[in-house]
């Protein structure tokens, strides 16, 4: 966790200054491996921490990955408005949170690595996992085609402006960040099993409605349902896996997460080429089967 924090920091720190495109291709190469390595092992410490606790914590963490993205944005907007050299801009933001990553290293869960099992460097889930695989890539399909489509949807299929697009996908953002801080008493309450079958359902239903309304605040509202669908999918996965007997929690994210991610990687693409030959339209309402095959596999799930 703390070499993927301070490779993810120090990469953006040259970000910035990559004069040449090529430059660029290669330190966003290394920016995106990092911030996995980051990824997979901090929510491995969430898991272990998640352990120490009677009561569903996961997704409360996962809301704070949100907040930061919000907070991202609206710093990045300053810095525009400001006239900051984006290279300068990058920089401090890499010293503050490497300052933060040294300061708060010594609270983290001391967790001590496996040795028992040797492991191949490339390694698909095993059959236990799949389930979980699955889940997280109909998930991850579907939040991604949200970053990258809602906003085209809204100008070319029911030709709003730009400032209106950027207003659908606020909406979408702050459903899956509210999403996120609710879920822990949603799971508390109903059980996982239960939360992840639901969000499948609101995912199906926001995309029906998204697909089918002419009008643009109809649309709103299932933008609205896929926010909070999508929003505790992944971190209700993660630590459910991080519960199964047969591999500790960072091999056990690595594994899912091999497969989960091509959802995040390979659908939106897929996206643009279904529209280019049909519609758009037609294109979101393939994914809305996304979320019926979450509920599918979440009804599947054996909890430990």
């Not at 009677?54 to 300053?78: E, V």
């Not at 950027?166 to 953002?173: G, N, R, S």
């Not at 029906?208 to 349902?225: A, D, E, H, R």
């Amino acid at each position: 966790m703390l070499i993927g924090a301070l490779m993810y920091n120090g990469v953006l720190a040259f970000m910035g200054f990559s004069g040449y495109t090529w430059v660029l291709g290669i330190v966003l190469f290394f920016f995106g491996s990092s911030r996995n390595l980051m990824n997979l092992s901090i929510n491995a410490q969430a898991i272990g921490v998640q352990a120490l606790y009677t009561r569903s914590i996961m997704s409360s963490f996962h809301a704070i990955w949100s907040m930061a993205g919000f907070a991202g944005a609206a710093f990045g907007y300053l810095m525009v408005t400001l006239n900051v050299i984006p290279g300068w801009h990058l920089l401090g933001v890499s010293l503050f949170l490497t300052a933060l990553t040294l300061f708060y290293y010594k609270d983290v869960l001391d967790q001590q690595p496996d040795h028992k099992v040797k492991r191949s460097i490339f390694t698909l889930p095993p059959k236990g996992m799949l389930i979980f695989s699955f889940i997280c890539f109909a998930s991850m399909a579907c939040e991604n085609t949200m970053y990258d489509w809602s906003g085209i949807y809204i100008r070319q299929v029911l030709h709003g402006t730009k400032g209106v697009a950027t207003i659908a996908f606020v909406v979408y953002m702050v459903a899956m960040t509210s999403g996120r801080f609710i879920g822990d008493r949603m799971a508390d309450r109903f059980g996982i099993r239960r939360v992840l079958a639901a969000s499948g359902l609101l995912i199906t239903a926001g995309f029906v409605i998204i697909v089918g309304s002419p009008f643009i605040p109809i649309t709103l509202i299932g933008y609205l349902l896929t926010g909070f669908g999508v929003s505790c999918v992944v971190p209700f996965v993660f630590s459910l896996a991080g519960k199964m007997p047969m591999s500790n929690p960072g091999a056990a994210l690595a594994s899912i997460s091999s497969l989960g991610y091509l959802g995040f990687l390979l659908v939106p693409p897929m996206i643009g080429y279904v529209a280019q030959a049909t519609s758009l339209r037609v294109s979101f309402a393939i994914i809305a089967l996304m979320g019926l095959l979450m509920v599918r596999l979440s009804s599947r799930i054996q909890i430990p």
